[in-house]
């Protein structure tokens, strides 16, 4: 039962390359003869069922990506006729949230193997991704098997210079990340709305910690710091990004495009990932000038922060 974190509404982008990321573990399984397929995710954060969160309406481009027929299971309560079939939004069900173990063992009785693809969703404790797996047999999926790898590279070895680029919001989820990356990275550097909840709040950083300042609308980072960022990236061997440097989706993108560029002719190896900056780097035609794209936005940041993903460790 491949289980995948799917994030349409609030981004199709970033869910149009988590689907993506699916097909090579699909292959795989087709290829060693698997007698049929479970396709298992959520979109969005329903508080109930409602079709405009429905997985069924992933069916079309989940059968253009695979290249393959893919059946919809509305319900749970039977068995649904085909080799590839996607069931209904896993949040629609009580006891998906809260990590019930009897909904899991209802999930459990349809497969014989469980298998992981949803980094995305690995640091949450829902029961298809901590309590199902301790049921079945299982496995990673190869993309999140290639997501661990990349990301640990980045904490445990990375080539230096090592920059790394922290945007977006919310400081306090913000914070445990740029204070791990100081102690690893050369430079981290901040911008997006960071820098005025940074100046709020009086906090102090490292010396390696470089602050953008803001143009004067707040809306995205000074030409003086695209500068001082640049100049910093154009050194690095690696760079890891994770959050636009301004309000791209209200037209204040030349900061964060800029910063692109500097990546992208720095020739570093360069891993980007969260849902925001994926949709930035999609929209500007970007993504493949990247090493490597996280489908891990929340996940991201706390394996960057050194925590420990429970879904990862359901699979120990």
């Known amino acids: 039962m491949p289980v995948k974190e799917f994030t349409v509404k609030s981004s199709q982008y970033s869910g149009a390359t988590r689907l993506t990321n699916l097909k090579n573990t699909i292959d795989y399984l087709y290829k060693q003869?698997?007698?049929?397929?479970?396709?298992?995710?959520?979109?969005?954060?329903?508080?109930?069922?409602?079709p405009e969160f429905s997985t069924k309406q992933l069916r079309f481009i989940l059968e253009q990506i695979l290249l393959r027929s893919v059946y919809f299971a509305q319900n749970l309560e039977k068995q649904v006729a085909g080799y590839l079939v996607l069931v209904e939004n896993l949040r629609f069900f009580q006891g998906e949230e809260t990590n019930d173990t009897a909904f899991a063992v209802k999930l459990s009785s349809f497969a014989?193997?469980?298998?992981?693809?949803?980094?995305?969703?690995?640091?949450?404790?829902?029961?298809?991704?901590?309590?199902?797996?301790?049921l079945l047999p299982h496995a990673a999926g190869l993309h999140l098997e290639e997501e661990v790898n990349q990301l640990t590279k980045l904490i445990r070895g990375p080539k230096k210079p090592f920059v790394a680029i922290i945007g977006g919001a919310k400081i306090e989820t913000k914070l445990p990340l740029v204070s791990n990356l100081s102690k690893i990275a050369d430079f981290v550097l901040?911008?997006?709305?960071?820098?005025?909840?940074?100046?709020?709040?009086?906090m102090t950083f490292p010396q390696n910690v470089l602050v953008a300042s803001l143009a004067d609308d707040k809306k995205d980072i000074s030409e003086e710091s695209v500068k001082q960022f640049s100049d910093v990236i154009t050194k690095s061997q690696t760079v890891v990004w994770n959050g636009p440097l301004g309000l791209f989706e209200e037209g204040h993108a030349e900061g964060s495009r800029k910063i692109a560029g500097s990546v992208i002719d720095s020739g570093a190896y360069s891993v980007a990932g969260g849902g925001e900056t994926v949709e930035f780097l999609a929209k500007n035609n970007l993504l493949s000038h990247f090493s490597f794209v996280s489908s891990g936005g929340g996940a991201m940041l706390e394996f960057l922060s050194g925590k420990k993903l429970l879904a990862l460790e359901a699979l120990q």
């Open 190 to 202: 901040v911008g997006g709305e960071l820098p005025v909840e940074i100046k709020d709040k009086q």
């Open 33 to 50: 003869g698997a007698s049929k397929i479970i396709i298992a995710g959520h979109i969005d954060r329903p508080q109930k069922p409602d």
């Open 112 to 134: 014989d193997i469980y298998v992981n693809e949803a980094f995305g969703n690995c640091h949450r404790n829902h029961a298809s991704m901590v309590a199902l797996p301790r």
